[in-house]
């Protein structure tokens, strides 16, 4: 029940952060705010490091480049295609990450994935055209940056599996943060607007909410089976829908419903068969 209560936590410290980098994007370009969501996440991270002693150290600077990269770019993504897109719409879509790692597992680190597991994922991926309906008009760019969010967030979920155990969690977070902000800063110059106050308060909760969001995901799956956990955490879409409603007027259509209803029922079914063979996935760091 605490894995539970925390993941309901993530979920609707998730929902506030996109209602702020909505009203934010109308602005501020989305580099720039994954600069400053990577700056004043690393801020808040510090104390915490210096008190723990050898949180610094690693040997594995090259993974954590990779993991920066890959977090920075899904970061990105993620906020565009909440900019640009129904916020039901993609939240439904954030679901296809379980599905793009089984396919990663298999083809990088050679992970054996039995009849079941792959006709959960192939199913999935039918949620997904579900979705977004091929033929029925034109795609919008939104839609596929927001697979981009889901394929690079995947890598992620490998490159965890793989890193040492040796690499604590204040280690990475840490390595992650001064990365990603390497990494965003001459692309948020290219386009920087200077924020007024309000947009400063609403980035900085931005920030606040991002990381309440990663800390509660990552404690949520520690606490409890993963089987039971991850289910809550489709309460995001309920919680996305219903704010897109009030707050923005979006109505999702039916395609979406349906289509995330198979993803959800997918991605339950990996998690479910996961923590049966004992071997469920260490949940990756939000990139939001």
Do not use: N
């Not at 600069?35 to 600077?61: E, K, M, N, Q």
């Not at 897109?85 to 054996?112: G, Q």
């Not at 692309?187 to 909760?205: D, F, H, K, N, R």
């Amino acid at each position: 029940m605490r894995g539970a209560v925390l993941m309901f936590g993530s979920g609707l410290c998730f929902v506030f952060m996109a209602i702020l980098i909505r009203l934010v994007a109308e602005r501020i370009d989305p580099l720039q705010m994954a600069f400053l969501r990577s700056l004043i996440g690393w801020i808040i991270l510090l104390p915490f490091v210096f008190t723990a002693a050898g949180t610094v150290r690693t040997s594995r600077l090259g993974m954590h480049l990779t993991r920066a990269a890959l977090g920075t770019l899904a970061m990105f993504c993620s906020y565009y295609a909440i900019a640009h897109m129904p916020l039901a719409d993609y939240t439904a879509l954030s679901f296809t990450r379980p599905l793009f790692a089984t396919v990663f597992a298999v083809i990088i680190i050679k992970e054996i994935v039995r009849w079941r597991r792959w006709t959960a994922t192939l199913v999935g991926f039918l949620g997904v055209l579900v979705m977004v309906r091929p033929g029925a008009g034109s795609i919008e760019p939104a839609t596929f940056i927001a697979l981009g969010e889901s394929v690079a967030l995947a890598l992620l979920i490998i490159i965890v599996k793989i890193m040492p155990q040796s690499e604590r969690t204040l280690t990475m977070m840490f390595w992650f943060g001064a990365f990603a902000v390497a990494i965003t800063f001459l692309p948020a110059v290219a386009v920087w607007q200077w924020p007024t106050q309000i947009e400063w308060l609403m980035l900085v909760g931005m920030a606040i909410a991002g990381v309440l969001s990663q800390w509660q995901f990552i404690l949520a799956f520690r606490s409890g089976e993963a089987s039971f956990v991850a289910p809550v955490d489709y309460v995001r879409l309920i919680s996305a829908a219903a704010i897109g409603f009030v707050v923005f007027a979006e109505v999702p259509v039916i395609w979406t419903w349906l289509g995330a209803g198979i993803i959800m029922a997918s991605t339950f079914y990996i998690m479910r068969r996961e923590s049966r063979l004992g071997r469920a996935p260490k949940p990756p760091a939000q990139s939001s």
